[in-house]
C-alpha cells in the first residue's frame, strides 16, 4: 500500500516537471519599450539627458591623466614618454588605423575615447529624440521646445567633433532602420557637414526656450543658444581651411557666421572676463584675468562673474597640481606631466607687441636649434624671459619664477643642477622634459595642502570666437574688422594692438601665432595646426622636432641659455597621415566593402 | 544563509522519514557466500558483485571472498574488478557457493563506465567515452582536481594558465573536449554523482574520493544532455559503500613543492650595463644611466649605497610544504551502506615574511582545508531504496598583503636590483624617514610593503554539496522497471575579511654615493589597519526524475531510461545587469540500448531541452543521436588466439548549446529607465547545434596488445554570432548591442588514437604500457567577419582559419639575423614602420603586401592557437611482488604564443632582463659575429615588441608529469599493526620537462614568467588499510 501512495507521489512529480514550460520564463522586467519611456515625462528626461552623455571631459583626464590633446600638438611634451602611454606611443609613432591611441587608449571616465563609436551614437540619440519629442509626454510645452533645441544643438555638437577628428563624414539626419541599405552611402564634404551643423543650430536658434546663458547650478553642462552661434563659428571656420576646403574659398561666408555670431553673443551678455576678482590669488598683473578665467569654474548665475565661457561640461576636473604642473621634488606630486615647449614659449611677443622669430620661417633650421629672431623685437636670447608678453608667465613655469607652494614661496630653478632641472631620460617621470612646467590651468598657490582642481573642461569661450572671427576676417580680407577682434583679446591682456601696417598675410600670421598664445593648452592649437596644412601636408615643421632649453648657471650667477632637441629621434605624428585620425579599421572595412569605395583618410 | 537553514531542516526531515522507514523493513531473501580469484587463483579484493536489478550489492574482501543477499527477482550477478574482464554469472550458480574466476583484462573492456544519467558496461559502449579510476587520479599529488585529469583522459585538454598552489589556480583552469566546435562555449559540462554541477568549484575534490572520472564525448554519449551537452560532458562519480565489513582507511602525504623554474634575476653590475647598452641603442651614449664608476661599486658591493639585491630569493622560498591526512570509512549491511571521507589539507605559502618588531598582526599567507563527505545508501523494503550524499569543503586562506600571490609575485620583477631596501636606514635626526618600505618611480606596491606593512585577508570558502533521492522498483509492474527523483542543492560561500594598511614609501634619488637622498613618494602614509568584508554566495538547484528499464530476455538486453532535470543556478554575478538574475534549464532525455549477444549493440538517444536564453516559440532544442557497435570477434568465424578483439563503433547526432558568450536573453530589447538602450532583441535566436559524427575501432591482438582508434568531426552552421559584417559604426547602435543571429559555420575534425600493452608475465610479475595521441582542429568558417580590404595581405583575420589563430609580422631573415645590422641597410631598406623608427638593431620586417609601410596590413597568420591542436601520453608500469611503478609522460603540440610582457620586453618596469636579453644586438657583437640573441635593447617601448617570429613561442612540450614507486607492506608485517595493508609511495610530480621556449625560464603551459610557475612535488605518500 505504501508503494502505491509513493507512485502516486513520485509520478506526479515527474510529469508535473515536464509540464510547466513556464518555469522558464524569466524574462527581465527592467527591460522596457521605447513607448512606455515617451509616456512619462520623466523617462522622456531621461531620454535627453541620453543625448549628453560621451561629452568628453578633455582636459586632464585621457588616459593616466594625460593631457593627451596638447600633448599632441607642438605646445607640450609629456614626463610620461616611457611609460608606453598614450603620448609615449604617439611619439613613437605607434599607431594604426586598428588603434590610434588618440582613442583606443583606455577611457579613464572622462569620455575621452572611442570618438567615431561614440558620436555616432549620440548622433542617433539626438535624432532619435527629434523624432519622437513631438508625440511624447511633457510637463509643459515650454519644456517640449527647449528638449528639441537642446537635440539639435547636441548633434550639431558631436558633429563638429566628429569634423575635428575625422574630416569628412555621412550626414545623418534620421536614425536608420535595422533593414537600411548602406551601399549607396558617401562623404559628405566638410563645409556640407558644417552647412549641417548650422541648420541645426539655427533650429535651435530659433526656440524662444531655449535660453541663452545657463543661471543655475542644476542645470550645468546644458547648452545654450550661444554655444549655437560658437559652433556656427567654429563649423564653419574648419570648412573654410585649407585642409577640408577641398579648393573652395568659404573665407567670406566665414567671416559672416562668425560676425553675426559675434555681435549676438555680445548683445545677450557675452563679453570678456577683463578684470580679475581674486587679486590674492591670481595677482593684479595684466595677464591675470585670462589665468582666472582658465583656472576656475565658470559659475551660474544671472548675473555671473564669468561672461565669457560660452560652454563648460559639467565635470571631470582634476588634481591637477601632482599630476601636470610642477613634479620635480616637490611634495607628494606625482608626475611633471605635460610640459611647454621651446617653441610654445618663443611663440609669446615681447612686451612691445613684435613676434621674437619671423613668424613666416620661424627656424632656420629643420630641428629648430637655430632660431631666426625678428630684429624688431626687443628679444634678448641671453635674458630671455624680460620684457615678454605678461601671458608667457601665466602659462609657464620657467627658471627664476616663483610659486606658492604647500604655503612657501619656491622659486623655479630649472638651470642644470637646480631644483628643477629637466631630464632627458625618458624613463624619469618627475622632471620636465624642456626646461619649462605648465601653469595656465593650476590655480596659483594649489598643492597638497591647498589642493583646488583644475577647471570643468571649457569647450567655447567668447576670446576664442573673437579670435575665430579674426582670423576668417582676415582671410576673407576684412583686415580692419580682424585687427580690432584680435585686438580686443590682446588688450585684455595688456598686448598692444597689431599695426594697420601689417599685409594680409603678416595679419594672417599674426592672427595665428595669437590663437597659440591666447589659446594656448586649450587643446586648440593641434587641430589649428592641421586645419592649417594643405590636404598633402605634414607637420615636419612643426612637431618632428622640438626642442628644451638648457640653462647653465655661471660662477657669477649668470645664466647661459642653449636650446637642444628633446629627443635625437624625430617625434611621432608628423606625418601626413597624421592630419586627420584614422576611421576605425573594422569601421572602414565594411564601409568599403559595403559601398566599394574608398573610406579610410589618406595614410592609414 | 536562511536557505542553508531550511536545506537543512529539510535533510533532517528526511533522515528521520528514512529511520521510520526502516524500522518497517521487512523482505524475504536468501544469503550466498562466494569467492573471486583470479587466474593465477589468487584472491582478489575489491572486486564489486551486484545483481541485475542493482538492489543488492557486495564487495569482497581481502581473501576473495564475500557475503550477498539478493531475492527472487534477481537473475544474475555481474562481478567486476579494476583489471579484469567482467563476468555475468546466474543467481543459482552463486548460490552455490562456486568460486568466480575472473580473467585480466588486457584490452580493457571490462567493468563499466558511467555517463552521468546511466552506467554502461565498457563492452557495451557505442561512442567515444574515455575514464579513469580515482586510485590512478591520487598519484599525483596537487591540490587543484583537475590538474590530475592531464594526460589520464584522452580527449581532455586541460589548460593551468596560473599554478598558484590555491585560491585562483582553482579558476584559472580551462578545459576543452576534442578542442574547441563553436566561438561561444566551450565548457564541459561537469556531474558529479549523477548530478549537473555547473561550477568550477569542485576543485576542492580530493582523488581519494573519488571512483571514477568519465569523459563523454559524442554525440551518443552527450546528446541526452540537449542544450549542454555541446562541448562535452565530464562525470566525477564519487565512492560508495558495500555491504561487508567496516573498511578503513587512514593515509597522508607529505610533499616538498618546489617551482619548476626560478627566473633569471640579473645582478646590479649585469642591470646597469643592460641600461647602458639600451640607451647606448637608443642613441643617448655609453653611460646614459650609470657611470662605469656606478657599475664597479655595484660589482664591487663594497659600498652600502650600492645595492645588489635578489628579490626573488628574498621573497620566495625554496621549497614550500604540502601535508594531508584522511581516513575512508566503508562498509554496510544488505539494508544500509556509507561510505565517509575526513581529509584535512595544509598548503604552505611561497613568501618569505619578514618579522616586524611593532607589528601587531601576523601576515603569514597559509592555507588549510577541510573535505567531508558521507555517502549512503538506504533499502527501506523489497521496492524503495534511498541515497543521501552531503559533501563538504571549508577552506581557510589567509592572503598577505590583501593580495592574490600572483599580484604579489608579478611585482618581484618591477625591482631592480639597484633598488635599496627593502628598508631605508635608519637617520638619527630624521626617524620619519627611517625603517621606511623603499620603492621605485611608477611602482606603487613594492613586494617587502605588500607582504609586511599593508594588512592581510582571510578568506574562507565554504562549499556544500547536499543530494538526496529515492529510488522505486517496479518489479511488481513489470520487471526491470523502477523510478526515482531527488534534488540536489549546492552552495558556495565566501566570506572575506579584509585588513588593509597603508604605508609610507620612500623614493632614492639618483645618486647612488650618499644616503641622505630619499624622499616620501606619492601621499602615502602609515596607517593602522583598517578592516572590511565582503561575501560572495550563490547555489545550484537540481530537480531529477527518471524512469528505467533494464531486462534481459535470453540474447536480448535492453537498457532504457528516460529522465528529466530542472536546474536553477544563482550565480556568483553581482552588479545591475541581467547576469544576476538566475539561470534556469530543463532537460528530457532519453536514452536506450539495445544488446544482441552481448556483441551487436544499437543505442538511440534523444535530448529535449529548454532554456530561458530562447524566446517561448524556440525555446526548446531537440538533439538526437544514433548510434551502434559490433564486437566481431566474438562472432564464431573470427575466433583465433591472434586477433582476441575486435569492435567497432559509430555514432552520429546532434549535440547543442546555449552558452552565448555569457549574454542573456538576447531574443528581447533591453531599454533601461534612464533612457539607455541596450541590446536589440532577436525573436528567431535558437540554441546552437553541433553535429558530431565518430568511427571508432578496438582492435586487440594476443591478449596482450590493443588498439584503439576514432575520427570525429563535429559541425555546427547555426553559430551564434553578430550581424556585424556589413554593418557601419556610423548608424549609431553599438554593433554589440545589434541583434545577433544564427549565422556562422564552423567545424572541428580529428582523430584519437591510442596503444597499448598489457600483460601478466607470471602471478608476481606484469607490465602494462599505453601511448595515447589525438588531434583536434578546428576551422571557423563563418562569422560575418568584414574583409579589411584589397590593402591587407590577409584580409580575414578568424574566417579561414583556427579559432583563437596567432598574428604577427614576419620577420625578414634574408640577411640572415633578420635585424638591420649595418646603416646602409636600415637607410635602404626603403622601409617605413607605423609604429616607431626603426633603430640599428631592430627587426626588419616582412612587407607583405608591398607598399614599403610595415603596419598591420603586413600581419600574418603565424604559430597555431593556444589550445593545443595535439597531445599526446604515455603511461605505464609494472607490478613486482610487493611493488609496483608506473609514470606518465604527457605532451601537447602544435600550440604556440606570443611571448610578451615581463621577460620579454626589456623597457618594462625600471628593466627586466631576461636571458634572452643577455646578448642582445650591439654593433660590436654584430661585428665579431657573436650569437645575437635579442634585437637591440632599448629603454622605451621599440619596433620589435610586436609580435613577431621571434616572440612567437611554441608552446608544446613533454612533461614527466608523474612517477610513483609504492611498496605494499608483506602482511606478516602489516598484520602486527592489526592492519591489511600498509603501503608506502614515492611520487614526483613534473619531474622534468622538455621543451621549446625562446626563454628558459617560462613555462610552456603557463606561457608568462611573471606568475608562479608549475611545482615540481616531491610526495611520500603513507596508507594503511584496517
Given at each position: ?27 527581465p522586467?527592467g527591460n522596457m519599450q521605447l513607448d512606455e519611456v515617451l509616456a512619462d515625462p520623466e523617462l522622456v528626461e531621461g531620454l535627453l539627458n541620453r543625448c549628453y552623455t560621451n561629452i568628453p571631459k578633455k582636459?586632464?583626464s ?35 588605423a586598428s588603434g590610434h591611441?588618440m582613442w583606443n587608449s583606455p577611457d579613464e571616465g572622462g569620455g575621452n575615447a572611442q570618438y567615431w563609436d561614440r558620436f555616432w551614437q549620440q548622433i542617433r540619440l539626438c535624432s532619435q529624440f527629434i523624432e519622437v519629442i513631438d508625440g511624447a509626454a511633457v510637463?509643459?510645452?515650454?519644456d517640449r521646445g527647449r528638449f528639441k533645441a537642446e537635440a539639435h544643438l547636441l548633434r550639431a555638437f558631436f558633429y563638429m567633433e566628429l569634423v575635428k577628428w575625422f574630416g569628412k563624414v555621412p550626414i545623418l539626419d534620421a536614425t536608420v532602420p535595422f533593414d537600411a541599405d548602406f551601399s549607396t552611402l558617401t562623404r559628405s564634404s566638410v563645409y556640407d557637414v558644417a552647412k549641417f551643423i548650422i541648420s541645426d543650430c539655427d533650429a535651435a536658434l530659433a526656440e524662444?526656450n531655449l ?8 542645470d550645468a553642462g546644458r547648452v545654450t543658444k550661444?554655444l549655437a552661434?560658437a559652433l556656427k563659428?567654429k563649423a564653419m571656420?574648419f570648412a573654410?581651411?585649407?585642409?577640408h ?66 560652454y563648460?561640461v559639467r565635470d571631470g ?140 573642461w571649457?569647450y567655447y ?66 587641430f ?52 586627420l585620425l584614422p576611421i576605425p579599421l573594422n569601421e572602414a572595412s565594411t564601409l568599403e566593402s559595403v559601398t566599394g569605395q574608398k573610406w579610410q583618410n589618406?595614410?592609414w | ?575 545591475t545587469s541581467n ?82 558568450g555569457?549574454a542573456r536573453f538576447l531574443y528581447l530589447d533591453n531599454i533601461r529607465s534612464n533612457g539607455s538602450e541596450l541590446e536589440r532583441g532577436n525573436p528567431a535566436l ?34 551564434l554570432i553578430n550581424s556585424s559584417a556589413s554593418l557601419p559604426i556610423y548608424q549609431g547602435i553599438p554593433l554589440n548591442y545589434y541583434p545577433k543571429l544564427?549565422d ?40 560575418n567577419e568584414a ?240
Open positions: 500500500m505504501k508503494t502505491q501512495r509513493l507512485i502516486a507521489i513520485i509520478l506526479p512529480l515527474m510529469l508535473s516537471a515536464s509540464s510547466c514550460t513556464d518555469v522558464l520564463d524569466m524574462a522586467d582636459g586632464y585621457y588616459y593616466w591623466f594625460e593631457s593627451a590633446v596638447v600633448g599632441a600638438s607642438d605646445d607640450g611634451w609629456t614626463s610620461d614618454e616611457g611609460q608606453g602611454l598614450l603620448l609615449g606611443n604617439l611619439y613613437q609613432d605607434n599607431n594604426s591611441v510637463n509643459n510645452e515650454a524662444a535660453p541663452w546663458r545657463i543661471t543655475e547650478a542644476n550661444a552661434l563659428t571656420l573654410a581651411s585649407p585642409l576646403n577641398e579648393g573652395q574659398d568659404h573665407w567670406e561666408e566665414a567671416y559672416q557666421v562668425a560676425k553675426d555670431a559675434v555681435s549676438k553673443l555680445k548683445a545677450n551678455g557675452y563679453e570678456l572676463f577683463t578684470e580679475t576678482t581674486q587679486p590674492g590669488v591670481f595677482g593684479t598683473g595684466p595677464a591675470a584675468p585670462l589665468r582666472q578665467l582658465v583656472a576656475q569654474n565658470a559659475d551660474y548665475s544671472a548675473t555671473p562673474r564669468d561672461r565669457e565661457t560660452i563648460q576636473s582634476v588634481f591637477v597640481w601632482h599630476i601636470g604642473y610642477i613634479g620635480s621634488n616637490m611634495p607628494n606630486t606625482y608626475k611633471a606631466g605635460l610640459a611647454p615647449t621651446q617653441e610654445l614659449v618663443d611663440a609669446f611677443e615681447t612686451i612691445d607687441g613684435e613676434p621674437i622669430l619671423n613668424l613666416s620661417k620661424p627656424y632656420l633650421d629643420e630641428r629648430h636649434l637655430q632660431p631666426n629672431y625678428n630684429p624688431a623685437a626687443v628679444y634678448d636670447p641671453n635674458n630671455p624671459y624680460a620684457n615678454r608678453d605678461p601671458r608667457l608667465d601665466q602659462t609657464v613655469l620657467r627658471n627664476g619664477s616663483t610659486i606658492v607652494f604647500d604655503n612657501q614661496t619656491v622659486e623655479i630653478q630649472t638651470y642644470v643642477g637646480g631644483a628643477h632641472e629637466p631630464s632627458f631620460d625618458i624613463t624619469n617621470r618627475s622632471a620636465s622634459r624642456t626646461g619649462y612646467y605648465h601653469a595656465k590651468m593650476v590655480t596659483p598657490g594649489a598643492s597638497q595642502t591647498n589642493a583646488i582642481n583644475n577647471s570643468n571649457k569661450r567668447l576670446g576664442e570666437t573673437l579670435l575665430d572671427l579674426a582670423e576668417a576676417a582676415a582671410e576673407a580680407g576684412h583686415l580692419d574688422e580682424a585687427r580690432t577682434a584680435a585686438n580686443e583679446v590682446r588688450g585684455r591682456s595688456g598686448m598692444p594692438g597689431f599695426s594697420a601696417s601689417l599685409s594680409q598675410d603678416e595679419l594672417i600670421l599674426r592672427i595665428r601665432n595669437e590663437r597659440r598664445v591666447e589659446l594656448a593648452w586649450e587643446e586648440q592649437r593641434y589649428d595646426m592641421r586645419r592649417w596644412e594643405s590636404p598633402d601636408g605634414d607637420l615636419s615643421e612643426t612637431v618632428k622636432w622640438l626642442t628644451a632649453m638648457v640653462i647653465t648657471r655661471n660662477g657669477d650667477g649668470s645664466f647661459t641659455y642653449t636650446r637642444r632637441n628633446i629627443s635625437n629621434n624625430p617625434r611621432g605624428g608628423w606625418q601626413n597621415r597624421d592630419l589618406p595614410g | 544563509m536562511t536557505k542553508m537553514e531550511k536545506y537543512i531542516k529539510f535533510i533532517a526531515l528526511c533522515v528521520s522519514c528514512l529511520v521510520m522507514s526502516v524500522s518497517l523493513y521487512a523482505q524475504e531473501v536468501s544469503e550466498a557466500q562466494s569467492r573471486v580469484v583470479n587466474a593465477y587463483n589468487q584472491p582478489v579484493q575489491g572486486a564489486t558483485v551486484v545483481t541485475n536489478d542493482g538492489n543488492h550489492q557486495s564487495i569482497t574482501a581481502q581473501d576473495g571472498t564475500f557475503n550477498m543477499t539478493f531475492d527472487e527477482s534477481s537473475q544474475y550477478v555481474v562481478v567486476s574488478a579494476a583489471g579484469y574482464q567482467n563476468v555475468r554469472i546466474p543467481i543459482s550458480q552463486i548460490a552455490d557457493g562456486r568460486e568466480i574466476a575472473l580473467a585480466f583484462d588486457p584490452h580493457n573492456m571490462g567493468g563499466s563506465i558511467n555517463f552521468g544519467y546511466q552506467s554502461y558496461t565498457k563492452e557495451s559502449v557505442t561512442g567515444a567515452v574515455s575514464s579513469v579510476s580515482g586510485s590512478v587520479l591520487d598519484k599525483s599529488p596537487t591540490n587543484v582536481l583537475s590538474e590530475t585529469y592531464a594526460g589520464r583522459l584522452p580527449g581532455l585538454t586541460t589548460i593551468s594558465n596560473i599554478a598558484e598552489l590555491t585560491f585562483f589556480g582553482y579558476v584559472n583552469l580551462s578545459k576543452a573536449i576534442r578542442g574547441h566546435s563553436s566561438v561561444n562555449g566551450n565548457d564541459p559540462l561537469i556531474i558529479i554523482d549523477g548530478v549537473i554541477a555547473p561550477t568550477q568549484y569542485l576543485e576542492f575534490i580530493s582523488p581519494k574520493e573519488i571512483e571514477s572520472v568519465s569523459v563523454l564525448k559524442d554525440a551518443s554519449a552527450t546528446a541526452a544532455y540537449g542544450i549542454q551537452g555541446a562541448a562535452g560532458v565530464i562525470v566525477i562519480t564519487t565512492k560508495r559503500g558495500f555491504t561487508g565489513k567496516l573498511n578503513v582507511e587512514g593515509y597522508a602525504d607529505y610533499s616538498f613543492q618546489q617551482m619548476t623554474r626560478r627566473p633569471l634575476f640579473v645582478n646590479s653590475a649585469q642591470y646597469a650595463e643592460l641600461r647602458n647598452e639600451a640607451g647606448e641603442r637608443d642613441g643617448l651614449g655609453t653611460y646614459s644611466q650609470f657611470s662605469q664608476e656606478e657599475i664597479d661599486l655595484f660589482r664591487s658591493g663594497s659600498d652600502i649605497g650600492y645595492p645588489n639585491n635578489n628579490w626573488f630569493d628574498d621573497y620566495v622560498k625554496d621549497f614550500v610544504m604540502r601535508q594531508r591526512v584522511g581516513v575512508n570509512v566503508s562498509g554496510g549491511t544488505d539494508r544500509f551502506r556509507y561510505y565517509s571521507n575526513l581529509s584535512f589539507l595544509n598548503q604552505e605559502e611561497p613568501f618569505i615574511i619578514t618579522d616586524e618588531p611593532n607589528r601587531k598582526y601576523d601576515p603569514t599567507p597559509r592555507v588549510n582545508m577541510g573535505n567531508f563527505r558521507t555517502n549512503m545508501d538506504v533499502k527501506f523494503n523489497k521496492y524503495l531504496s534511498g541515497y543521501m550524499r552531503l559533501t563538504g569543503n571549508i577552506k581557510r586562506e589567509k592572503l598577505a598583503g590583501a593580495t592574490m600571490g600572483w599580484n604579489v609575485y608579478s611585482q618581484i620583477f618591477n625591482q631592480p636590483p639597484t633598488m635599496f631596501g627593502p628598508l631605508s636606514p635608519i637617520f638619527e635626526n630624521d626617524p620619519e624617514l627611517s625603517n621606511q618600505v623603499v620603492t621605485v618611480d611608477g611602482l606603487d606596491n613594492p613586494v617587502y610593503g605588500t607582504l609586511n606593512r599593508s594588512g592581510y585577508n582571510n578568506v574562507v570558502e565554504t562549499n556544500v554539496i547536499a543530494q538526496t533521492g529515492l529510488k522505486l522498483d517496479m518489479g511488481f509492474l513489470l520487471q526491470g522497471l523502477s523510478a526515482s527523483g531527488g534534488m540536489a542543492y549546492q552552495t558556495y560561500v565566501r566570506n572575506e575579511t579584509t585588513t588593509t594598511q597603508s604605508y609610507q614609501r620612500l623614493l632614492r634619488g639618483n645618486d647612488f654615493s650618499t644616503l641622505d637622498n630619499f624622499t616620501t613618494y606619492k601621499t602615502f602614509e602609515n596607517t593602522p589597519l583598517a578592516y572590511g568584508k565582503s561575501s560572495v554566495f550563490f547555489y545550484y538547484l537540481n530537480l531529477l526524475g527518471r524512469i528505467d528499464y533494464n531486462r534481459r530476455f535470453g540474447d536480448h538486453s535492453i537498457d532504457a531510461s528516460v529522465h528529466t532535470y530542472y536546474l536553477k543556478q544563482e550565480k556568483e554575478a553581482t552588479g547576469t544576476v538574475l538566475p539561470y534556469k534549464r530543463q532537460n528530457f532525455g532519453f536514452s536506450a540500448l539495445y544488446g544482441y549477444k552481448d556483441r551487436y549493440f544499437l543505442k538511440a538517444d534523444l535530448g529535449y531541452s529548454g532554456s530561458e536564453q530562447f524566446h517561448p516559440d524556440n525555446r526548446y532544442a531537440l538533439t538526437p543521436a544514433i548510434s551502434g557497435a559490433w564486437i566481431a570477434s566474438k562472432e564464431d568465424f573470427l575466433q583465433s588466439d591472434v586477433l582476441t578483439l575486435l569492435k567497432l563503433r559509430a555514432s552520429y547526432g546532434v549535440t547543442a548549446s546555449d552558452q552565448l555569457g535558437e540554441a546552437e547545434r553541433i553535429e558530431k559524427l565518430n568511427v571508432g575501432i578496438n582492435l586487440g591482438l594476443l591478449n596482450m596488445f590493443t588498439l584503439e582508434a576514432d575520427y570525429f568531426t563535429h559541425k555546427v552552421d547555426n553559430m544564427n556562422g559555420v564552423m567545424e572541428n575534425k580529428g582523430f584519437e588514437l591510442s596503444l597499448g600493452f598489457d600483460k601478466h608475465f607470471t602471478k608476481d610479475f606484469s607490465v602494462f604500457a599505453q601511448a595515447n595521441f589525438m588531434q583536434a582542429k578546428n576551422k571557423v568558417i563563418n562569422i574583409s579589411a580590404g584589397d590593402d591587407f595581405a590577409y584580409p580575414y583575420r578568424t574566417q579561414g582559419f583556427s579559432l583563437g589563430q596567432l598574428w604577427g609580422y614576419r620577420i625578414d631573415y634574408s640577411n640572415g639575423n633578420g635585424m638591420f645590422n649595418t646603416a646602409d641597410e636600415l637607410a635602404n631598406s626603403g622601409l617605413t614602420y607605423a609604429f616607431g623608427s626603426p633603430r640599428l638593431g631592430d627587426f626588419i620586417y616582412q612587407d607583405l603586401n608591398g607598399d614599403d609601410v610595415i603596419n598591420e596590413e603586413d600581419l600574418a597568420p603565424m604559430g597555431y592557437a593556444g589550445l593545443p591542436q595535439q597531445e599526446y601520453s604515455l603511461v605505464g608500469g609494472f607490478t613486482w611482488k610487493n611493488w609496483d611503478m608506473s609514470f606518465l609522460l604527457h605532451g601537447v603540440g602544435k600550440t604556440s604564443q606570443f611571448l610578451e610582457g615581463t621577460g620579454a620586453y626589456e623597457n618594462l618596469g625600471r628593466g627586466i632582463f631576461n636571458d634572452i636579453h643577455l646578448n642582445a644586438w650591439t654593433p660590436e657583437r654584430y661585428a665579431s659575429g657573436e650569437t645575437i640573441s635579442y634585437p637591440a635593447l632599448s629603454l622605451s617601448p621599440s619596433v620589435n615588441h610586436r609580435a613577431n617570429d621571434y616572440f612567437l613561442s611554441s608552446r608544446s612540450y613533454l612533461r614527466l608529469r608523474n612517477v610513483e614507486v609504492a611498496y605494499t607492506l608483506p602482511q606478516h608485517i602489516s598484520q602486527k599493526i592489526r592492519s591489511e595493508a600498509v603501503r608506502v609511495s614515492l611520487n614526483v610530480q613534473n619531474l622534468f620537462t622538455i621543451d621549446n621556449m625562446k626563454s628558459k625560464y617560462v613555462d610552456p603551459e603557463i606561457g608568462s614568467m611573471s606568475t608562479f610557475q608549475p611545482y615540481r612535488v616531491f610526495n611520500i605518500g603513507l596508507s594503511a588499510n584496517f
